[in-house]
């Protein structure tokens, strides 16, 4: 398999717990699928196969590491190296986004005034992250702390 057609494969299997999050918040197919570990597992097997091919498996670029700037460039300078950073952001962005929603329900912030925030978390994690805990601010419901509201 191509590194091209993995790196489709991989955008294209977050696509629909991006599509659940936004449009069927509270169905059950979105809490077995999105709201369970399967995503972070099942990505988190070809990041942790990958890295180690990368690092250790002679796949990756000579040189690379994570020491210096110049190592980390050289590591993403092979594919297998971009697609396991690929899926590293696609992990951590999914997993925060997941977390946005369960958390704006359990505070029963309007689903509608998510969405922005969830598609900005798909489309540029952290600005996401930021524009979800300005809205819990702005709402009065948890402001900046990450501390844990009960269901």
């Known amino acids: ?3 091209e057609t993995l790196y489709s494969l991989i955008n294209l299997s977050v696509l629909p717990a991006w599509v659940l999050l936004i449009f ?10 999105v709201h369970s570990m399967l995503y972070p597992i099942l990505l988190g097997v070809f990041y942790t196969t990958g890295l180690g091919l990368t690092v250790f498996g002679g796949m990756g670029a000579e040189g ?3 020491r210096s700037i110049v190592e980390v460039r050289t590591l993403f300078s092979a594919d297998i190296g971009i697609l396991v950073g690929w ?3 696609l992990i951590f962005d999914l997993f925060i986004g997941a977390w946005e929603a369960r958390d704006g ?3 029963g912030i ?3 005034l998510l969405i922005p925030c969830i598609v900005l978390t ?3 994690g952290p600005f996401g992250l930021l524009l979800y ?3 819990r601010a702005a709402t009065k419901k948890g402001g900046w702390s990450l501390e844990e509201r009960d269901a």
């Not at 069927?24 to 699928?33: D, F, G």
């Open 1 to 3: 398999m191509s590194m």
């Open 24 to 33: 069927a918040p509270r169905w059950s197919v979105t809490k077995t699928l």
């Open 64 to 66: 690379g590491g994570f």
């Open 87 to 89: 899926a590293h952001y």
């Open 105 to 107: 329900q359990k505070r």
């Open 110 to 112: 309007n689903h509608l």
């Open 122 to 124: 798909f489309m540029a």
């Open 133 to 135: 805990l300005c809205l």
